[in-house]
């Protein structure tokens, strides 16, 4: 039999050798067998019609926030494969676990995945899952774009993630440069889908951030000013105004990479008088804000936890708003640090060094009312607090460290080695991650209506800090020693091989770690601890007035607010009954109706993505079309909202016993 | 209600704004705006860079003419002027002024369109693709950019007509043109720079 050599043609397209290796074609059988699975379950148990009804098509911020806190799950768990694969590699000496190539589209995937697919769905899970609750709003300002963000998102997470089995995994890095990702050095499809993925990911993330600005600015409850608002509310307000000024030069630097390689354009090439570094600058102006959008909301989370574990207020709520809003804007005064070596002169140079240090003086504001709060208070050492606890050390040597390498002429040894990967990962795990899981733990019987193991969460907290200093201490150490960033292996007799070694048994521990996590989730799913109360830490913002999960409309009465922490004061001043509602007081609620405009939408982005990779450009322009149709039909398709009836609020409060007697 | 705020409304705000869920669509849109000045900064800071940076290509004295350049500066300009007369009729419940200066609006904005294309047809017939050097990949793109939000635009107030005509001037419409407005001076604005930075400087 003779194949038609056009399908031949596409095969080998789709199939480059790259993607025929033995271990990924088991991962593609398993990962077909998991989705037939899941398939038949869905048949077989009749839920289709639920999960387009519940899931696909809602636009209720709570079940977004779930879906943004599953998905960034499942991320942390590619990505973290992908760093196990890493640090296998370099656990001795000349070891070829992977081809060079291979370890490259590992520790690129590894990098993009962790940062653009978990770190940043897993904030906007906590923005969704908490923000509005917290501000006595009903919903986002505006729900239908928070969907269109979530599935913009997701489609993004699965063009990157399919790469690696259609058509090869990109591998410049997690920030691409020049002229290495340029067609010239880097052919294939993989630099493409890096391209594609982020800038659709990005479009849903510029889309977040207009929502939870807005969101905070205008639907705050009654009563509640901007210094009465929660420092979540608050982090979520700046975060949310640092993604767009950040996000649109990474649309710009990613956008023009992708002339360059589809269409032929010279912007970062080495003929036609390109220029490379121009990424670079476009690139960090993105990349550093971008390492404070990851830290913002994780500083908001603790804001909360502590005072809530230390039955205090929170001490000095002003300097911590002023502290995040000097960070914010200072952030913006920083990219160059990332580059000192490019030959900008001393005085630049100078410049930039020194502003990136002042960051830690706003930050050392913020660690010291944290443990202000906590002095004196009455502790309680609950998971979200162990978490916290874990935090303060950890980012304290990280910001120690930030401040070494600010240290221009010392960046000229510290650039690019594993001092510099220490340093990353001491605030982006011990910072970034330890606070979004403290998050994660504080309000999951918000979301979910049932809390997690402590006992098994206290054993996944421990094994991931102590796996956390294993990994990363001694790596700083191997950059003292010269190792740099991105070797596929090494040689013996360099003082490396004892550190490294002891480096992959702290990502094993830490792996066992999130692995007890898992394990904690899905125990506590099948023997849960219902939240019957709706305040199972005995907390103090507006959310945890609210039933566990809270009703589709959040509040049957938006509250009136007259104090930061409301319901703390509510509580201590027996006012409680005040969320209660009675017959006299409901009135019919107006919320948005589910629609399958989002993800129609991000169908068509991903199609018309798809395109692009391959450059079939028809498939491209179809995707377009797509695009138009999705967004005609969301205007013209009159987007009304339901009523929800009296009747109706007043039976669900009944039953969760909110009716005034 | 007391009577100061009544005597207030009466002046009358646009019902656009005083529609809550309107006005905090209105708050959104002009957010999405300062994300858009930021996307031109960038692009408008990498023209910039790359503005001597021709190879072997020609420079921007070489590749400008005034002439369709002007015309289109002209045309854009009065575009917005029209796209103003459409709000202003909207404002004083004349739907067919607002549809048909809205039409006004979008057929400029078309010859806007055609004038760019033919200007970059010319150039490309003549050899000056984007390969040839950075500055003419700074040069399409920035100016393209341009050209494809006012694309964009056109698509939304051909919508935009038809919602006007069946919907006729309620609430949702009426912050649809405004916003329609917003997004139209903003891109005029933008022109301003772009003749500006790219074209006066280029051509002196
Ligand atoms: C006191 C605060 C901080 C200071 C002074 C600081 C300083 C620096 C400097 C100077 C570099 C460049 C080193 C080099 O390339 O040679 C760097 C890299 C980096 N920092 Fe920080 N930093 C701080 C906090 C943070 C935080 C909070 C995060 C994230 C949550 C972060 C994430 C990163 C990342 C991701 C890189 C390197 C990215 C790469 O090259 O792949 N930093 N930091
Ligand atoms: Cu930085």
Known sequence: MTMN?????????LFPPQVLLPDIIGIDIGLTIAAIAAIVFLTKTKRWGWLWREWITTVDHKK???????????????????????????????????????????????????????????????????????????????????????????????????????????????????????????????????????QVAGIGTIATGINFLVTVLRLRAPGMTLTRMPIFAWSALITSSLILFAFPPLTVALGLTMLDR???????????????MMYANLFWIFGHPEVYILIMPPFGIFSEVVPTFSKKPLFGYEAMVASLLAISILSYGTWVH?????GAGPGVNSFFGLSTMLIAIPTGVKMFNWIFTMWGGRIRITVPMLWQLAFVPTFVVGGATGVMLATVPADYQYHN?????????????????????????????????????????????????????????????????????????????????????????????????????????????????????????DARTLEWSLP????????????????????????????????????????????????????????????????????????????????????????????????????????????????ES | MSTATETHRSVARPPEFEDTHESIRILGFWIFLTTD???????????????????????????????????????????????????????????????????????????????????????????HTWHQSAFLSGFFTLVGTHGSHVTIGIAWAIMLVLQLMSGGLTVTNRRKLYTFTLYWHFLDIVWIFLFTVVYLLGIA
């Open chain 1, 5 to 13: 050599p056009w399908i031949l043609h596409l095969m080998k397209r």
């Open chain 1, 64 to 198: 977004i926030g779930i879906m943004y806190l599953l998905a960034a799950l499942v991320m942390l768990f590619r990505g973290g494969v992908d760093a196990l694969m890493i640090r296998t590699q370099l656990i001795a000496p000349h070891q070829h676990f992977m081809s060079a190539q291979q370890y490259d589209e590992v520790f690129t995937t590894h990098g993009t995945v962790m940062i653009f697919f978990m770190a940043m769905p897993m904030v906007f899970a906590l923005f969704n899952a908490a923000v509005p609750l917290m501000i006595g709003a009903r919903d986002v300002a505006f729900p239908r774009l928070n969907a269109i963000s979530f599935w913009l998102f997701a489609f993004g997470a699965i063009l990157l993630n399919i790469s690696f089995s259609i058509g090869g995994s990109p591998d410049a890095g997690w920030m691409s440069y020049p002229p290495y990702s340029e067609l010239m050095f880097d052919p294939g499809v993989g630099e493409n889908y890096f391209l594609l993925s982020l």
């Open chain 1, 262 to 276: 589809i269409f032929g354009a010279s912007f970062f090439t080495l003929g036609h008088q390109g220029m490379p």
């Open chain 1, 338 to 342: 990332h580059f000192f070596e490019m």
């Open chain 1, 417 to 537: 080695s594993y001092f510099m990967i220490a340093h990353f990962h001491n605030v982006i795990l011990g910072g970034t991650v330890f606070g979004l899981l403290s998050g994660l733990y504080y309000w999951w019987p918000k979301m979910f209506g049932w809390k997690l193991n402590h006992r098994q969460g206290v054993w996944a907290c421990l094994l991931f800090v102590v796996g956390f200093w294993l990994t990363f201490m001694p790596q700083y150490f191997l950059g003292f020693q010269g190792m740099t960033r991105r070797m596929s292996s090494y040689p013996p007799g360099l003082g490396w091989t004892a550190l490294n070694f002891w480096s992959t048994i702290g990502a094993y521990v830490m792996g066992v770690g999130f692995l007890i996590m898992v394990y904690n989730i899905i125990w506590s799913r099948i023997h849960p601890d219902w939240d019957t109360t709706g305040d199972p830490w």
């Open chain 1, 548 to 659: 566990s999960p809270a009703p589709e409309y959040n509040f049957a009465r938006i509250p009136q607010v007259h104090s930061r922490d409301e319901w703390w004061e509510m509580k201590q001043e027996g006012r409680t009954d005040e969320v209660k509602i009675s017959e006299k007081t409901v009135h019919a609620i107006h919320m948005p109706r589910n629609t399958p405009m989002p993800v129609l939408l991000a169908l068509a982005f991903f199609v018309g993505s798809i395109g692009m990779v391959f450059e079939w450009f028809w498939l491209a322009i179809l995707g377009g079309l797509g695009v138009v149709a999705a967004l005609a039909y969301g205007s013209f398709a009159n987007y009304s909202e339901k009523e929800i009836s009296r009747d109706t609020i007043l039976q669900t409060e009944a039953q969760l016993g909110r009716l």
């Open chain 2, 37 to 127: 000045v930021v996307l031109f900064g960038s692009l408008f800071s990498v023209y910039a860079v790359f503005r001597n940076r021709v190879a072997l290509g020609p420079t921007p004295h070489q590749l400008f003419s005034m002439g369709p350049v002007l015309a289109e500066t002209l045309i854009l300009l009065t575009s917005t002027f029209t796209c103003s007369l459409s709000l202003y009729a909207a404002r004083s419940n004349r739907l067919k002024g607002a549809v048909a200066w809205l039409t006004v609006t979008l057929l400029l904005g078309a010859s806007f369109v055609f004038l760019e294309i033919r200007e970059f047809a010319g150039d490309v017939m003549a050899g």
